[in-house]
């Protein structure tokens, strides 16, 4: 190991060397939270000067029509004073205060507001408090430290994405998961572990250090719980050809599940913005992204922005199941131009003809099928019973 390997780096080599390979959902937390030098605990970096932007960042128009939603919603809901207005995983703070600035619109709807913001990074908190200045915000470190007892109205933009998923990869033999370990060179590889109880002779059990090998991975197996049936890939996998990739996030199915509860206990609605799949297909979505460059995923641990696919069928089916109603997700596109982007676009170029162009290029950003149009998708989770606008039960 030379001196001036990233700490994390290191760190995960010489634990892999110790205990044997991890599963992509503990390599991708690491990367993203250990607290010494996980991305978010140390450099997410939004915006253009950063590593990756969102639609916020893209245009003003994408939080205003989110916050034109959210008063719609409220309005369905009977205005309720107090209600929750929480946002989740808030990155820099821009989302919130466009929300914020449209519904001065409705000022009963910012009167009636208990705002909370959900975030686990210091650095991006740190931001959020200066972007929102003056305005009466509350952080939490999880959704369950928000007080219940009142409707909840809740946004997550691009927060799926930073939930991990496990990976398991087709083979000769069945089905195996992905997991990280160690290659010959001693440099952080991908592997596979079979799944399903192996016959493990105790050679394989003792196969603990040193360079990843199958052995090493059978040894890592005896220690994880059995693979549960949310866990292992769906049975629409066998008829998937050798090599296959599918993902199945329990993290991004768990917080289906609390908001699936709370919204059926305390009423109200969550928007899930993010981009995935809408139906449950194969493919490696897991993805580092630096300075908007893509780069391997075990290029540069704790540096670069982890992500994978929001696993929609999953989240709405843990909501469904908690006693929420889930509708299919529309694409952002859809979503946009029914709350009714391209007048504001308008608007916004009528009122500054020197930034038509501009403003025609964020409307061709956000809504465009070959742009953030057709790739990301809005979910919406809701006490039953509710019908958001756009997520109205048909009659
Ligand atoms: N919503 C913002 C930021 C997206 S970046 C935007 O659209 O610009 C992802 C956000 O989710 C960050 O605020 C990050 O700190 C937060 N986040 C990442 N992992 C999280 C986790 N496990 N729990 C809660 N928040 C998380």
């Known amino acids: 190991m030379s001196l001036r390997e990233p700490a994390l780096l290191g760190r995960l080599k010489a634990q892999i060397a110790q205990d044997g390979p991890i599963s992509v959902p503990e390599y991708f937390t690491r990367c993203l939270h250990d607290p010494r030098d996980g991305y978010y605990a140390n450099r997410p970096a939004l915006g253009s000067d950063g590593d990756f932007v969102t639609a916020p960042g893209v245009s003003q128009m994408f939080g205003e029509l989110v916050g034109l939603w959210l008063m719609e919603t409220w309005d369905r809901l009977g205005r309720p004073a ?229 696993d929609f069928p999953s989240v709405l089916e843990a909501a469904r199941r908690a006693g929420a109603s889930a509708p299919p997700v529309i694409t952002q596109g859809d979503f946009l131009r029914a709350l009714g982007i391209e007048a504001r676009a308008q608007a916004l170029a009528a009122a500054r003809p020197d930034r038509a162009e501009v403003v025609a290029r964020q409307l061709d950003r956000l809504t465009g099928a070959a742009q953030m149009g057709d790739l990301f998708k809005v979910a919406c989770l809701s006490a039953p019973g509710l019908n958001p606008p756009l997520f109205e039960d048909e009659a």
């Open 82 to 310: 107090p209600f929750r207005l929480v946002e989740m995983g808030p990155g820099d703070g821009t989302l919130m205060s466009d929300i914020l600035r449209a519904a001065r619109l409705l000022p009963a709807f910012l009167e009636a507001a208990d705002l909370w913001l959900v975030e686990v990074s210091p650095v991006l908190r740190a931001a959020q408090e200066k972007t929102l200045a003056g305005a009466s915000v509350q952080w939490a470190g999880r959704l369950e430290e928000v007080p219940a007892g009142a409707p909840l109205l809740l946004v997550a933009n691009e927060l799926l994405d930073c939930l991990p998923a496990r990976q398991f990869v087709k083979t000769q033999d069945g089905w195996a998961e992905r997991v990280v370990g160690l290659g010959e060179d001693g440099e952080l590889a991908f592997g596979l572990r079979k799944l399903g109880p192996p016959p493990l002779g105790e050679a394989a059990r003792r196969a603990g250090g040193g360079a990843f090998s199958a052995a090493a991975a059978a040894d890592v197996l005896r220690s994880l719980p059995p693979p549960s049936t949310s866990s292992t890939p769906p049975p629409q996998g066998e008829d998937l050809a050798v090599g296959a990739i599918l993902e199945s996030s329990p993290a991004q199915a768990a917080l289906g599940s609390e908001l699936g509860h709370r919204l059926a206990r305390d009423g109200g609605a969550a928007l899930l913005i993010d981009y995935g799949r809408a139906t449950s297909e194969p493919g490696d979505t897991l993805q580092a992204i630096r300075a908007h460059r893509k780069e391997g995923p075990l290029d540069n641990p704790g540096q670069a922005d982890l992500t994978v696919w929001a």
